[in-house]
């Protein structure tokens, strides 16, 4: 069992950033790889960001490439760093976990927080 509770979200000027944190409980952490998803109303959950159980390795949608870095600790957080925000970055932020993921599916994830709102004023 996995509980998530994200934290970091608000309002920000375009061109701004914010880091978004995700406080993970669980004893075997280090098995679940970690994503981050978003989702505006009337649109599905769209994938962002994922890290791999071990940390080795991130992946990042094409929208947020190069702005946005994922990273996980052994304090069990994991850190979503957002740079250079566009007002279409605004949406609700999800943290999510699945023991050894290995998709950026949302369906794939059996485990997720109750999301952060992010808003990026143009």
């Known amino acids: 069992q996995v509980q998530l509770v994200e934290s970091g979200g608000g309002l920000v000027q375009a061109g701004g950033s914010l880091r978004l944190s995700c406080a993970a409980s669980?004893?075997?952490?280090?098995?679940?790889?970690m994503g981050w998803f978003r989702q505006t109303p009337g649109k599905e959950r769209e994938f962002v960001a994922r890290?791999?159980?071990?940390?080795?390795?991130t992946y990042y949608a094409d929208s947020v490439k190069g702005r946005f870095t994922i990273s996980r600790d052994n304090a069990k957080m994991v850190y979503l760093q957002m740079n250079s925000l566009k007002p279409e970055d605004t949406a609700v932020y999800f943290c999510?976990?699945?023991?050894?993921?290995?998709?950026?599916?949302?369906?794939?994830?059996?485990?997720w927080g109750q999301g952060t709102q992010v808003t990026v004023s143009s």
């Open positions: 999510a976990a699945e023991r050894y993921g290995t998709t950026s599916r949302p369906g794939d994830y059996r485990y």
């Open positions: 669980g004893r075997t952490f280090n098995t679940y790889t």
């Open positions: 890290i791999s159980w071990s940390g080795g390795n």
